[in-house]
């Protein structure tokens, strides 16, 4: 297979193992890779952190796609099974918008395909994958269980081409080259996606012996569960996922041979009487991490005071947390 025209790709292996994909595989089909950064191997990573979600490394690699009018820019991570991408139209595209693109020229091949992500995607990507007919399953944090779920409901015939993490780490059910035809570039194709105005990771560390720090950390989100279910929380309530709703398996891992749960997590959505639904709060272990995205200004904010307040204080589970970065949000709004 070859590229429809020639495309001029810039690759950022950032000193990692990823070099070989300009020589190996994109100008085995075509591709002009001239320009392209950083390929040989260097563990020292004199140049950057070989991380897509690096502002570095993608802002040295959107640089080069502007210098060379390249059509668009890959960078790959150490190992290379994480990527993020420039266009050439001076926009990144990593985390929803990287899932978008996938996903977008994944419903043209496959109409109606499942497409599993981990729960910290936004309410517009869902929008923007059901919008083209496809389907949106939530499921755990990290990329192995999205891939293993992906793999399993392929298994009970639900066809799902596509699995993909927030982090890009993804994969897909079948390996061919990704070239969408169009002239107007990738671009053109999450070009109705809709921003998040608002999204924030926030950690909160469990105050205990390192054996017993896990342990606690589930203990604490199952609690985060019981406080929405019981509807102390206004406005809060378990988010879901088709017939699924959040819980620590799937959004719920309602098949027969659900698998062992390593990650726990709860996603709650919450909405005012003012803005309707307006963002999402996502909390997970190892310790606990805690993503929050908002469609309002100052949403973020204000779910994080709500969790404080009325959760972490109320419950009295701030004594076994140290809850400084939380605090620090909630007063001030920085990070």
Known sequence: MHLHWQWQIIVNAGNGSGGFFTWDVL???????????????????????PNPEDKTAMALTLAAVLQTNADLGIVFDTDVDRSGVVDKDDNPINGDKLIALMSAIVLKEHPGTTVVTDARTSLALTRFITDRGGRHCLYRVDYHNVIDKGAQLN??????????????????????FLDDGSEEGIGSLIKDLEETLESVELRMDVLSEPRF????????????????????????????????W???????????????IDTHMYRAK?????????????????????????????????????LRDKFLVSSGLHKFLDISLIDKFANKGEL
Request: with cysteine.
């Open 213 to 244: 720090a896990k342990a606690k950390a589930v203990e604490i989100i199952e609690e985060f569960r019981n406080y929405i279910g019981e509807g102390k929380l206004e406005g809060w309530e378990l988010d879901s996922c088709g017939d699924c």
């Open 246 to 260: 959040v819980s620590d398996g799937c959004l719920v891992d309602s098949n027969e041979a659900a698998f062992a």
């Open 155 to 176: 298994r009970d015939d639900v066809e799902t081409h596509l699995m993909m993490e927030t982090s890009g780490h993804g994969a897909l059910k079948e390996n061919y």
């Open 27 to 49: 100008d085995k089909l075509g591709a002009d890779t001239f320009g392209s950064l950083h390929l040989n191997p260097d563990g020292m990573f004199p140049n950057h952190i």
């Open 270 to 306: 919450v909405c005012s009487s003012d803005e309707g639904e307006y963002g999402w709060i996502h909390l997970h272990n190892p310790n606990i991490a805690v993503n929050l995205q908002s469609t309002i200004r100052g949403g973020c904010q204000s779910m994080t005071t709500t």
